[in-house]
């Protein structure tokens, strides 16, 4: 069974200090790791896909990164506009089947 | 493209009715995707179709819970005899697939339901 686990929970940061979300998974043929900011009470907002180990994507402040077992969400300069929930998630293709299997997500606050 | 659009955002029913959410997908999406989300989890896949097809149904999804996409664009979800352990937000997400490995899911904002 297809597993992702984010860590930490929770991170509170300062505005403009750097820090990274991990994302650890198990799965059997991954086709596609999924970045998704989550704001409260509302659906969550693609970010980034990953395809293969040692790809790299960024957008804004945000540079996500995979590897074989894990990926991270950088995050650089955050500011108060960043705070949510981020959530990754795996897709494993097998015949037809397409759905995503997300981890709990981290709730970051950034703070002034 | 206006993006995923749900109705109602909110829903407040009480225990044994029944309630039917809809879903409309961003228009040249082929595959629609339900999922549902409690407080501090992330969203569970309940059933997805590509165009009017429904090919995958989660083990979540109990006899209670029926999808449909009747014409292959908007779907809905219908929960008979609810009970307290369906509140939740139900998630509705579309994507478009010209092959294996693409198929981004865009999500919309989702549908809270309360059961009382």
């Known amino acids: 069974e297809d597993q992702v686990t984010q860590s930490p929970e929770a991170l509170r940061l300062q505005e403009g200090e750097s820090s990274s979300l991990n994302c650890s998974y198990t799965?059997?043929?991954?086709?596609?790791l999924f970045w998704y900011r989550q704001d409260p009470g509302k659906g969550p907002e693609f970010l980034f896909t990953l395809y293969s180990a040692g790809e790299e994507k960024e957008k804004e402040r945000l540079k996500a990164t995979l590897t074989k077992k894990e990926s991270f969400l950088h995050i650089t300069a955050p500011k108060p506009e960043d705070s949510a929930t981020y959530l990754c998630?795996?897709?494993?293709?097998?015949?037809?089947?397409?759905?995503?299997?997300f981890g709990t997500g981290t709730r970051l606050q950034v703070t002034l | 493209d206006t993006g995923v659009s749900q109705d109602p955002r909110h829903k407040i029913t009480k225990r044994g009715q029944n309630v039917t959410f809809r879903c409309d997908p961003i228009?040249?999406?082929?595959?629609l995707y339900w999922y549902r989300q409690t407080l501090g989890q992330g969203p569970e896949f309940l059933t997805y179709?590509?165009?009017?097809?429904?090919?995958?149904k989660s083990r979540l999804l109990s006899d209670r819970f029926s999808a449909e996409r009747p014409k292959g664009s908007f779907s809905t979800l219908e929960i008979q005899r609810t009970e307290q352990g369906d509140s939740a937000m139900y998630l509705c997400a579309s994507s478009f697939n010209p092959g294996v490995s693409k198929d981004e899911q865009y999500f919309g904002p989702g549908t809270r339901l309360t059961v009382t």
């Open positions: 179709f590509q165009n009017e097809a429904q090919l995958e």
């Open positions: 228009s040249e999406h082929n595959r």
């Open positions: 799965v059997s043929g991954l086709r596609g």
């Open positions: 998630a795996v897709r494993r293709y097998t015949g037809t089947a397409s759905k995503l299997t």
